[in-house]
């Protein structure tokens, strides 16, 4: 079970640390990933970090968003920067034990859900 937590309300240019914890599952034998789901659109792939480390990220966030783990607290994180009103959106995590180098970014490669947090951006 994935629990996802640390949205809110923040300014445009402002900062947000996400979090992931899980339950029931050793989030380090698995690769997560985040995605967010703004309103009347479709779920879309933010970020996502392989089981060594490796991270890959969506165009519109890279250099702004860092994902990042906590395998002691069994935790992703995803450090969110210089957000922007359109980065407002009800954000996810997910797992899924993929291997390999090829990247899956679609929501269905990943089996696992957190509940999803609410991230505003005001102008």
């Known amino acids: 079970q994935l629990q996802a937590s640390g949205g809110g309300l923040v300014q445009a240019g402002g900062s947000l640390r996400l979090s992931c914890a899980a339950s029931g599952l050793t989030l380090s034998n698995y690769r997560v990933g985040w995605f967010r789901q703004a309103p009347g659109k479709e779920r879309e792939f933010v970020a996502v970090i392989s089981q060594s480390d490796r991270t890959y990220y969506a165009d519109s966030v890279k250099g702004r968003f860092t994902i990042s783990r906590d395998n002691a607290k069994n935790t992703v994180h995803l450090q969110l920067n210089s957000l922007k009103p359109e980065d407002t959106a009800v954000y996810y995590c997910?797992?899924?034990?993929?291997?390999?180098?090829?990247?899956?970014?679609?929501?269905?490669?990943?089996?696992?859900w957190g509940q999803g947090t609410q991230v505003t951006v005001s102008s």
């Open positions: 997910a797992a899924e034990r993929i291997y390999g180098t090829t990247w899956r970014t679609s929501p269905a490669d990943f089996g696992s």
